[in-house]
T-cell receptor
Framework: DSGVTQTPKHLITATGQRVTLRCSPR?????VYWYQQSLDQGLQFLIQ???????AKGNILERFSAQQFPDLHSELNLSSLELGDSALYFC???????????????FGPGTRLTVL | TQLLEQSPQFLSIQEGENLTVYCNSS?????LQWYRQEPGEGPVLLVT?????EVKKLKRLTFQFGDARKDSSLHITAAQPGDTGLYLC?????????????FGKGTKLTVNP
């Protein structure tokens, strides 16, 4: 158990709909990352928040948005869903820079999104 | 964009055999991590290497970071069926000022009893 929790585990919805994925980081971690994993693309970085502020953006579509709340949990909002948005969505958390000088990220169990 | 290439993409071996998985890039990374992922679950961190030339051992797994911090390898000795899974390397880019990870596409390992 990484200490990162994600809900829901599975989500099935229709094209054009909007969904919200939730993530709670490990206790003490200030940074939250969202990644998308599809069969053909592998794990792709979407966005990072640090202590409530957006820190970095990756390959995130304009239809997607995220935020981090004062209690440090994060939500990823996906709107106008398309079939191609079906994927596993992972949240990860880290202290940002560990004492070893590396950025160790710990992943949640993921949310499997199916768009029909 | 800093990319990581993993090879082989698929590997099927018999219990007791040794294997090596490679992770290569033309770019320098400040650190590199190896993860193992089971189907439908999140990646689990195995090790982090930071210093060029660094070697770390985790039981039967040996991880090495290249001297130039552009590549890494994972060697498994006497593989067991419990080692089956998707092995992912991920690097922290030196550019961009972000702590995001760049992932390779993974090596899917199957160890047959």
């Amino acid at each position: 158990d990484s200490g990162v929790t994600q809900t829901p585990k599975h989500l099935i919805t229709a094209t054009g709909q909007r969904v919200t994925l939730r993530c709670s980081p490990r206790s003490g971690d200030l940074s939250v990352y969202w990644y998308q994993q599809s069969l053909d693309q592998g794990l792709q970085f979407l966005i990072q928040y640090y202590n409530g502020e957006e820190r970095a953006k990756g390959n995130i579509l304009e239809r997607f948005s995220a935020q981090q709340f004062p209690d440090l949990h994060s939500e990823l909002n996906l709107s106008s869903l398309e079939l191609g948005d079906s994927a596993l969505y992972f949240c990860a958390s880290s202290v940002v820079m560990g004492t070893s000088g590396s950025n160790e990220q710990f992943f949640g169990p993921g949310t499997r999104l199916t768009v029909l | 964009t800093q990319l990581l290439e993993q090879s082989p993409q698929f590997l099927s071996i018999q219990e007791g055999e040794n294997l090596t998985v490679y992770c290569n890039s033309s770019s320098v990374f400040s650190s590199l991590q190896w993860y193992r992922q089971e189907p439908g679950e999140g990646p689990v961190l195995l090790v982090t290497v930071v210093t060029g030339g660094e070697v770390k051992k985790l039981k039967r797994l040996t991880f090495q970071f290249g001297d130039a911090r552009k590549d890494s390898s994972l060697h498994i000795t006497a593989a067991q069926p419990g080692d089956t899974g998707l092995y992912l390397c991920a690097g922290s880019p030196t550019q961009g000022g972000s702590e995001k990870l760049v992932f390779g596409k993974g090596t899917k390992l199957t160890v047959n009893p």
